[in-house]
């Protein structure tokens, strides 16, 4: 491959973009002729680096019946290539100083090692390596089940607010896969063999199919041809559409209540389903701030209502995700006061939301909300992981280099009558957007049943 | 075609089944070579007879995304092949003094026609060619996507009761695609184009998927040389696996509320999940002992207790329906008497299931529900259409000729400990079978949610 290297570096080094105006992160982006995408965030303060590789499919993109494929997959990957013993991809970036780990979420695979910048040939190679040579032996593909089945056993089946929040999602997002957990439904993951995974790999895992994205000490001069010679070696796959359904309209509302014994506390749960920055990137954008403005710490008008004012409550937070290739959710959490009951605490949240509703945010309110999220930009910037985290999320959930970009400037320009627009559209309970919210009371286990009198 | 039928009928009548004794229906079957079975229930009472045939797909087999298309489909079937024009099939028929229609469930696609019996050799003749030969040209692909669209819109967008229902199997149902309407969302309805139908009708419709279900004034004997010579001409396919993924248990329980204008009456629902015939086939007759005991009437306890004693209910009824290839359900309907509201009426009911599980059904409580199904199998076997209805429905839901013969015997046979036992299984909140149950309240509409209070 050596010989093809200058022609083709000088073809990439067309594709380099150079943003004209500062940006938050300074990155810059290249693509190889096999369409694989690259991102280098360069963070020169020490002598590391974050190489990650992203990939363009997640728990979403699974069949029916074979949820949790894209997690158990994950696993695999450390589990051996032709030329790679089971476990030494970990091992030897351990020997090298540094650490690896991996993630998936509903629309993304990630794959990451922080480490010294001149060990960063060596993770390429192995990266690109078990993008293509994977090979587990089929003692390892039986264990890693084992431990996977375990995961689930310890942080869903043990665990009654990841439980519920399981539930919860299957009510709201109904005819859509994100619909299922990211680890599977356990009668699935113990039914899929090998060949059913190999497919999975075969299908979706390929050089234009991933992002390589890197932070730290480096430069996209100084990565293309590393990138090149690694990843630009390996053939692009024709892939398959991503099959994404619509969420259906609906105006029934539900609420759930799940009783368990570990649970000492109640709490107070509400997940409405929103569009996504993929979807709508201005809206998105504002309900980040009308999330900020209603519950960005202890300053803000739920936590000094519920909490500090009327004292109903020791806790409550408002959540908002836009990053998802189709819908985003928000989720209200909150823990009443001792002798509160859920639905006298429930009744008040949404006195709380009918008042943003109906009149909206003040101009102070969303102001330290912007002020607080630059704040928080800032030292994003600051971190070797945080930035490639940040793009690789992005750029897998629709959204683009450009955006995380002018993410600050683009969150400055909101303006409250934009914050009390998206309370208006997005929380009003007679007008809900698609579908209404599922409410979710979590509850200490007891006999909600009334036993037969005789 | 004519010199091939002896030698197969020869073949075909070995395959003949003759029970030893004598069986509610006296139902025939045959299986032609080309995998097409064959049943037939002969009832001479008159000249006529009912013809169907029963295609082993339904809106269960849809690809996700896809929701809707088996009965649109049905509906295309109407819409003309190579050589009968566009709505010339039921033409046909009605010049010939019979009528016809079709129907789509969950598992199966049903075609079915009743005219004088000397016209069986037309029907045959039609049904086969559009088992193969479909061609419906452009234009009415597109109207009648209008009209199926204009279905949905009056059945069930305008209609609450059926939007609610909609939405309650949605959240019972989770990972699995009874989750989803028969007559699918509006949005997928919307999209799907002609080669993915005909990619439908090309994988599914064949003689080896179907089931030639004929009752009336005709024998088996009668029936087999005009199957051989109209359905044994075609020729069989490779049918995929039907892909039918697990709903996992679940411990949360899920309430909803729909508030709709056009609600005058507020009414309670409870959607249970149950085994089907087709898991369970005992359990299956049990709950329906069960159901027909305790509320087949206005002399069951459900009636007896809510209605007529605590006049807290104006109507109450608990309804199985075992046939399924997967999963069943059950369901509990009341409407509250004048001033009483759901939540009265809710724990009511739960008192006298708790009842029931915690005491058990009578011995005259149970056979008597036992006589009353028994009575209304003879009325069943009455009817010239109904028997074909029973027996396509129970093949094509994973039941047997035998099991639908013999109901009438293994209904007998349920003993009322097997029914005290399957309320104790089946209907205990705190041990639910698989998943709790789905409630709804479907109210008039009213401003649920307190307004601000500034």
Not at 166 to 195: C, T
Not at 327 to 356: C, F, M, N, Q, R
Not at 372 to 394: E, W
């Amino acid at each position: 491959m050596k010989n093809k290297i200058p022609a083709l570096f000088l073809l990439l080094a067309l594709l380099i973009s150079s943003p004209a105006n500062a940006q938050t992160f300074g990155a810059q982006t290249a693509t190889l002729a096999n369409g694989m995408e690259i991102i280098v965030i360069p963070n020169h303060r020490a002598p590391v680096v974050t190489h990650m590789v992203w990939y363009k499919v997640g728990a979403a993109d699974e069949l029916p019946g074979s949820s949790g494929m894209a997690h158990y997959f994950e696993h695999l990957m450390f589990k051996g290539t032709k030329t790679i013993a089971p476990g030494a991809f970990s091992q030897t970036v351990r020997a090298l100083g540094g650490n690896d780990n991996a993630f998936t979420g509903r629309d993304f695979t990630a794959y990451f090692q922080s480490i010294a910048k001149q060990h960063l040939p060596k993770l390429m190679e192995m990266e690109a390596d078990r993008m293509v040579n994977l090979a587990v032996p089929p003692a390892h593909f039986i264990s890693e089940k084992n431990v996977v089945l375990e995961e689930r056993r310890q942080r869903t089946e043990n665990d009654p607010r990841n439980l519920f929040t399981e539930q919860m999602r299957s009510a709201l997002f109904v005819n859509h896969p994100y619909s299922r957990p990211v680890i599977g439904w356990m009668s699935e993951i113990k039914i899929y063999e090998w060949d059913d995974v190999k497919k999975f790999y075969d299908t979706w895992y390929a050089p234009n199919n991933a992002y390589l994205v890197i932070s730290g000490d480096v430069t996209l001069e100084e990565v293309l041809p590393l990138a090149e010679k690694y990843y630009g070696a390996l053939t692009p796959k024709d892939l398959p559409s991503r099959i994404r359904p619509e969420v259906p309209p609906a105006n029934g509302r539900a609420h759930m209540n799940l009783y368990h014994a570990s649970i000492k506390q109640p709490s107070f749960q509400r997940l409405y389903i929103m569009p996504s920055a993929a979807m709508n990137e201005k809206d998105a954008l504002t309900l980040q701030v009308l999330e900020e403005a209603m519950s960005g710490g202890s300053t803000t008008r739920l936590y000094q209502s519920l909490v500090v004012n009327q004292k109903k409550a020791t806790g409550i937070s408002m959540s908002y995700d836009g990053s998802a290739l189709d819908y985003a959710s928000l989720w209200i959490s909150a823990t009443p006061a001792l002798g509160v009951s859920l639905e006298e605490l429930e009744s008040l949240i949404d006195v709380e939301i009918a008042k943003a509703v109906q009149n909206g945010l003040s101009e102070t309110e969303v102001q330290d909300a912007i002020q607080r999220l630059q704040d928080a930009a800032v030292y994003a910037r600051d971190s070797v992981a945080g930035p490639a985290m940040i793009f690789g999320r992005a750029v897998t959930t629709g959204s683009t280099v450009e955006n995380v970009e002018n993410w600050t400037d683009n969150i400055a320009a909101i303006t409250t009558e934009e914050v009390s627009k998206a309370a208006q559209t997005y929380l009003n309970p007679e007008t809900p957007w698609l579908r209404p919210p599922v409410t979710g009371y979590l509850l200490p286990e007891e006999k909600p049943v009334q036993e037969a009198e005789e």
